[in-house]
């Protein structure tokens, strides 16, 4: 086989996927969540809080970080090293059926902040 086609491959099987949940069918994010030794996991596809992620521990959910490769979106397992540096971007809960982690959703990557042109109360320094 050649180099380019087995790199593709190999891309393509990294590559997180919007999928169904066979069981509750809410959608999840599978992939596998490492480049060696990896594990196929189905993560909720709504980044958590730091709150909600210590609530995903202590319930024994994994936790996610979801990262760019090269043009694709990458699942990988936060390990106790990651959890305590800061935040490399969003983080999502190991998926579970008729449980949304809803009380610990992280709208920094979802909502904009308001324009600060239209804001006329603040004094610009
Ligand atoms: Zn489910």
């Known amino acids: ?3 380019w086609l087995k790199e593709r491959r190999e891309a393509a099987a990294r590559a997180a996927q919007l999928r169904i949940c066979r069981k509750c069918k809410e959608p999840v994010l599978v992939g596998v969540d490492a480049d060696m030794c990896a ?3 189905q ?5 958590i809080t730091e ?7 202590m319930e024994g959910r994994g936790t996610y970080d979801l990262l760019a490769g090269k043009g694709r979106r990458e699942i990988h397992h936060r390990a106790e090293w990651n959890i305590r540096a800061a935040r490399r971007g ?4 190991a998926h579970r059926c008729h449980r949304p982690m809803t009380d610990h959703l992280d709208t920094t990557h979802t909502h904009r902040p308001a324009n600060p042109g239209t804001d ?3 004094p610009p320094y």
């Open 1 to 3: 086989m050649q180099q």
């Open 39 to 41: 594990l196929t996991v």
């Open 43 to 47: 993560i909720d596809p709504t980044p």
């Open 51 to 57: 709150v909600g992620e210590a609530v995903a521990l």
């Open 90 to 93: 969003p983080v999502f809960a």
């Open 120 to 122: 006329t109360d603040t």
